[in-house]
């Protein structure tokens, strides 16, 4: 199973900023298409932002504005960097290899440790 790491959590305070990043192994970060995942205590994990191969990228309502999802593509390595963050921002927070389903993207690697993002009022 491929599992990918992810790191850069943390707690700021409502309108702060935090970079996470993603590491993942060549041979999956060189073919596929990667998204962003987070899950907040008592909800389903949904999925936040993606971004293809060739660097097409697409955001959740909620994260549009603020959220900017990105990739380099010879360090193996994703990033999201959230700007003006808020307190609903809180969950913990996921990255996934992703292919396209018949309803949209599918993660197609395991889930990781994850990262935990705290927003305070």
């Known amino acids: 199973q491929v599992q990918l790491v992810e790191s850069g959590g943390g707690l700021v305070q409502t309108g702060g900023s935090l970079r996470l990043s993603c590491a993942a192994p060549?041979?999956?970060?060189?073919?596929?298409?990667m998204g962003w995942y987070r899950q907040a205590p008592g909800k389903q994990r949904e999925l936040v932002a993606t971004i293809t191969h060739g660097g097409r990228t697409n955001y959740t309502d909620s994260v549009k504005g603020r959220f900017t999802i990105s990739r380099d593509n010879a360090k193996n390595t994703m990033y999201l960097q959230m700007n003006s963050l808020k307190p609903e921002d809180t969950a913990v927070y996921y990255c996934?290899?992703?292919?396209?389903?018949?309803?949209?993207?599918?993660?197609?690697?395991?889930w990781g440790q994850g990262t935990q993002v705290t927003v305070s009022s």
């Open positions: 996934a290899a992703i292919i396209p389903g018949t309803t949209g993207w599918v993660r197609w690697s395991s």
């Open positions: 060549g041979s999956i970060f060189s073919i596929n298409a």
